[in-house]
């Protein structure tokens, strides 16, 4: 019985391949049915027309089917008629037949397949209009019991479900549509001028290489899927406030005009979601967490970043070859992720705020233009961390601890300020290497434990500057006794009472200076000229840490 069942419903093998009129057709090998087949010489066609059957071997065959890139590539197809026995149409039947105008699809029409494969560089297969950029007359047989063309929207729905399957520039999309499915609107240059996507779900590829004026992604959209506005144009983008994620290459390679501003709602931004894709400036919102590996790897336009504090985790590579002259991270994260900002090319500055405990190999390298790195806190540190990225000035803010499996973070830049802060306890696992002109800044009153490797020899030349109380410090301690210019004459921010330490004391000593008890010139500590509050709050952000 089991065996009689699999006969019963396997599928039809189609093998013999017969020529008729022009059209080349695969035949069911019980001569049931008959599919058109793809066949080179349809280049030349102007017009074609699918027969309701062909007689082979002394019999009528229906046509049942237009297989996949039936006719690809026909550039000079301006109008086909297909026959009322055909009842599905394949993937990229059509595909860049661009003089195509119009079609009609008969009442027998039942399946539009869609098949898709997506990969980091190409997404292929995809819509039987792919390619069709002069089509804007899509009609559906009003007969028709499982398709429809409702209200002349110029698209094919699928009447039971409400899913739009493929549309064309002209199309309106319904209000009762209730999904888009995969690469529905595939390399389509929509007329709509607003396209409002609200209460329905949109497929993969849905806009893939479309071109679109206005858009709005609106009410209950949740999620914008795999590729759905990949490669396209738009030239503006609303979000509304159910998004909740945004999928793998959503936007890659798009070219966006307007302001990207992410909505309140937005959680998780995965992987590859806008590499290599254009936007003047973009705005997180306050609920995101997750940004994915290679989100905006090698994207373009926008000058400058900030991380909300929602956000907990950064993947590597997110920010490989970014545009930005300046990035904020907030001090939530815990990794500064694998290539994090590597070859961001036009990077100036970066804090790595002090949540940061492991800072991953190669996280900061290649950045040409990067002047400034501070590093709040104590963290672990990977390798290849600022190769070829020539820093004039480095604060530490904490003690920094190579992995186990290089030997230490090395600072192999000419004319470099270092300025170690007062919470460095130790240097050894850094190596700094110069061969010209390099100080530090030593704001700690107690000098950082030093390793024999700490400093090449060339760098005791250098001058070393720290607080006046604290030169013999320096000059009795271990390797830094081997410098033979410091030099004690720096001031601590917020250090009113010049003791090398910023306390209450440096508190109260402003309040004595706004009450006229005292007089000192580190008193205006924020340098706005004028000794009031605001340098008591200054000296108390100095206190945490701010």
């Known amino acids: ?88 149409i394949n993937s990229c039947c059509f595909k860049n037949c661009r003089n195509l105008r119009s079609i009609f699809l008969p009442a027998s029409l039942s399946e539009i397949v869609i098949e898709v494969s997506i990969s980091d560089n190409v997404c292929s297969g995809g819509s039987i209009f792919n390619g069709c950029t002069s089509l804007e007359s899509i009609v559906v047989d009003e007969a028709n019991p499982t398709l429809d063309s409702r209200g002349g929207c110029n698209a094919i729905i699928e009447t039971a479900t409400n899913r739009l399957i493929v549309g064309c520039k002209s199309t309106i999309i319904p209000e009762s549509v209730e999904m888009i499915s995969d690469c529905a609107f595939q390399n389509v240059a929509l007329d709509q001028e607003n396209v409002v996507l609200s209460n329905l779900s949109l497929g993969r590829c849905s806009f893939y290489g479309a071109t679109l ?18 490669s396209s144009v738009i030239d503006n983008i609303e979000f509304g406030n159910s998004l909740l994620t945004i999928e793998d290459y959503a936007f890659k390679q798009s070219v966006i005009k307007n302001d990207l501003v992410l909505p309140e709602s937005l959680i998780t931004i995965k992987a590859r979601s806008f590499p290599l894709a254009t936007f003047p400036a973009i705005t997180f919102g306050s609920s995101l967490k997750t940004i994915g590996s290679v989100a905006f790897q090698d994207s373009k336009g926008y000058q400058s ?189 917020g250090d009113v009472d010049d003791n090398g330490i910023v306390d209450i004391s440096d508190v ?12 000192s010139e580190l008193a205006d500590v924020n340098g706005d000229g004028a000794v009031d509050i605001t340098d008591v709050n200054a000296i108390i952000d100095k206190m945490l840490g701010k």
Not at 50 to 77: G, M, Q
Not at 215 to 228: A, E, F, L
Not at 334 to 351: A, D, H, I, P, T
Not at 508 to 519: E, K, P, Q, S, T
């Open 213 to 230: 004026h206005s858009v709005t992604i609106g009410d209950n959209i949740t999620t914008i899927p795999n590729s759905c506005f990949r």
């Open 305 to 493: 970043l900030t991380i909300p504090k929602s956000v907990e985790q950064i993947d590597g590579y997110a920010f490989f070859g970014a545009p930005f002259e300046h990035i904020t991270f907030n001090n939530s994260m815990k990794n500064f992720g694998y290539s994090l900002v590597r070859e961001c090319k036009k990077l100036k500055s970066l804090v790595i705020p002090r949540s940061v405990n492991v800072i991953e190999d190669y996280s900061v390298s290649v950045c040409y233009s990067l002047d400034s790195l501070t590093i709040m806190g104590d963290a672990e540190i990977g390798k290849g961390v600022l190769d070829a990225t020539p820093v004039k000035y480095i604060r530490l803010g904490g003690n920094i601890t190579p992995y186990i499996t290089f030997d230490g973070l090395a600072f192999q830049f000419p004319e470099a300020k270092i300025v170690l802060g007062p919470g460095v306890t130790s240097v050894e696992g850094v190596k700094f290497y110069s061969n010209q002109a390099t100080s530090f800044y030593c704001e700690g009153l107690t000098p950082p434990t030093a390793g024999e490797f700490t400093f090449s020899d060339g760098l005791y030349q250098s001058e070393v500057h720290v607080h006046k109380t604290a030169v013999n410090n320096y000059r009795n301690s271990l390797y830094w006794c081997n410098f033979s210019n410091i030099i004690g004459d720096l001031t601590f921010y």
């Open 508 to 519: 109260n000593a402003v309040i004595d200076v706004m009450l006229g008890r005292m007089d």
């Open 1 to 88: 019985m089991l065996l009689l069942l699999q006969v019963a419903f396997a599928p039809l093998a189609y093998s013999n391949y017969v020529t008729i009129n022009g059209i080349e057709y695969s035949l069911a090998s019980d001569l049931s049915s008959a599919r058109v087949v793809p066949n080179q010489n349809y280049a030349s066609l102007t017009e074609v027309e699918i027969p309701d059957s062909i007689y082979y071997n002394l019999t009528h065959i229906p046509v049942t089917e237009l297989w996949k890139e039936a006719f690809a590539n026909c550039t000079r197809l301006e109008s086909i008629k297909i026959g009322s026995c055909v009842k599905t």
